[in-house]
């Protein structure tokens, strides 16, 4: 890879405001590692958990499990007032906002997406080594796809 952008870090705090959790539409691609964590810690069969949490999406050749939203577009998990109800199990996509590559490819998709979460570039300052391993831990750990 060339010289990153984040060369000499990226600040980036959670305040717990939700907006990467709610209002918008979106997916929360799981894992293999995901969906065991998330079994144990909501003591549930894998049948229960995908017919009350998931929906399958087709993407291309591929078919992948993602978490169900509320009507309104928040998380399945989330609660008003009280933020995740699985914070201890949430995904690796959640743990590893923001960075994400499409946000950490540049710095301009940092800044855009800085518009619209509070935390970014306030707080502690993450060292380069420490985004790249959140974004190999999303290479290792990737969504996992079903059969058709």
Excluded at 27 to 43: A, C, G, H, Q, T
């Amino acid at each position: 890879m060339g010289k990153e952008f984040y060369s000499k870090g990226l600040q980036f705090e959670c305040t717990q405001c939700g907006h990467c959790c709610r209002h918008e539409p979106g997916y929360v691609f799981l894992s293999e590692k995901d969906v065991i964590n998330l079994l144990s810690y909501l003591s549930i069969s894998q049948d229960e958990f995908i017919k009350k949490y998931c929906r399958i999406v087709d993407v291309g050749f591929f078919r992948r499990v993602s978490l169900i939203e509320k009507p309104n577009n928040d998380c399945i998990f989330w609660q008003n007032g009280l933020g995740c109800s699985v914070y201890e199990a949430r995904p690796l996509q959640c743990r590893s906002y923001p960075f994400w590559s499409a946000i950490v490819d540049s710095k301009e998709s940092w800044q855009e997406e800085s518009q619209s979460c509070p935390g970014m570039n306030h707080g502690k300052l993450y060292k380069e080594e420490e985004i790249q391993d959140w974004l190999k831990g999303r290479e290792l750990d990737p969504p996992f796809d079903i059969d058709s």
